[in-house]
């Protein structure tokens, strides 16, 4: 296998890549799964004919990918870690503040994607394997507000949006989705630690919101396709209006916090 370098030459791997690449692919393609421990590294060395520097190496490359950890001195080998969504996003949260990718940004994303998700599944009238945990969680909403437990219920806000867009069954876009909630969530906690709301002023505004989500619903079960979409459309724009308002839009999106 060749690889090119960044200035366009062409690179042989060294070996301890490539048994870095094999066993990453055994752990993409679950042969190796989560928990799972690797043969200790003596029998690695013989298996691979190796030496223990380089499988030594090959373990580093695979722990710096968060695909392995390794206890020093211990007998059971490395143990097997499958790619983390939680992770994934949180680099690419980095990636985007290093590109001073801005909040108005990250909401125009999220007016984007939303919009087509609801679309979907009012156009399926809601029969989805996802739209059932969709209303499980609605429900528990709706729970913590009938017992007055509105921080756990702002906590579980930005749930029933990734529950809302796993629903469609798209991989991909339940990803992108859940990277731009994580850095939605950090910038909407650090709004209210500066803009402080009264009790009432919360509340009205919480119920305001559970009150949008149950008629989301109802749109999409009714497949009333065009007013869910509207409904959903204008709903995240009036929050747009308030997490991504004048002074508010222009700030770099934060990774590192929350």
Same mark, same amino acid.
């Given at each position: ?20 690449? $094999? ?8 042969? #190796?799964? *989560?928990?799972?421990? #690797? ?26 990918? /968060?695909? +392995? ?7 059971? !080998? ?5 790619? /983390? ?13 290093? $590109?001073? %990718?801005? +909040? ?28 059932? @945990?969709? @209303? /499980?969680?609605?429900?528990? #909403?709706?729970?913590?507000? %009938? ?14 949006? $990734? ?7 798209? @991989? ?7 990277? #731009? ?6 910038? $909407? ?33 009714? !497949?009333?396709? *065009?007013?869910?979409? =509207? ?9 747009? =209006?308030?997490?991504?308002?004048? !002074? =508010? ?5 934060? /990774?590192?916090? !929350?």
């Amino acid at each position: 296998m060749q690889r090119e370098s960044d200035n366009g030459r062409i690179r042989v791997p060294k070996t301890s890549e490539l048994v870095a690449d $094999q066993i990453r692919e055994q752990i993409i393609r679950g042969e #190796l799964n *989560e928990g799972d421990s #690797l043969p200790p590294e003596g029998t690695l060395m013989v298996t691979l004919g190796i030496s223990r520097p380089t499988l030594r190496e090959a373990f580093r490359i695979l722990e710096a990918e /968060s695909l +392995i950890s390794v206890v020093r001195g211990s007998r059971s !080998g490395a143990r097997v870690h499958r790619p /983390s969504t939680e992770l994934v996003s949180r680099y690419a949260g980095y990636l985007l503040e290093s $590109q001073a %990718t801005t +909040i108005a940004d990250l909401y125009a994303a999220r007016l984007a994607i939303e919009p087509t998700v609801v679309r979907w599944l009012a156009t399926a009238n809601g029969d989805t394997e996802g739209m059932a @945990k969709v @209303k /499980s969680v609605l429900k528990e #909403l709706g729970d913590m507000l %009938t017992d007055n437990h509105y921080d756990e219920f702002i906590d579980n806000i930005a749930y029933f949006h $990734q529950v809302l867009v796993e629903a469609t069954g798209n @991989k991909t876009l339940s990803f992108m989705n859940r990277m #731009l909630l994580n850095l939605a969530r950090t910038h $909407q906690n650090d709004y209210q630690r500066r803009h402080p709301r009264s009790t009432e002023e919360r509340q009205k505004s919480i119920r305001a919101g559970f009150k949008s989500y149950a008629k989301l619903i109802h749109l999409i079960e009714n !497949g009333d396709v *065009e007013e869910a979409v =509207e409904h959903w459309r204008l709903h995240l724009r009036n929050a747009n =209006e308030t997490w991504a308002a004048r !002074g =508010e839009g222009e700030r770099i999106v934060d /990774s590192l916090s !929350g």
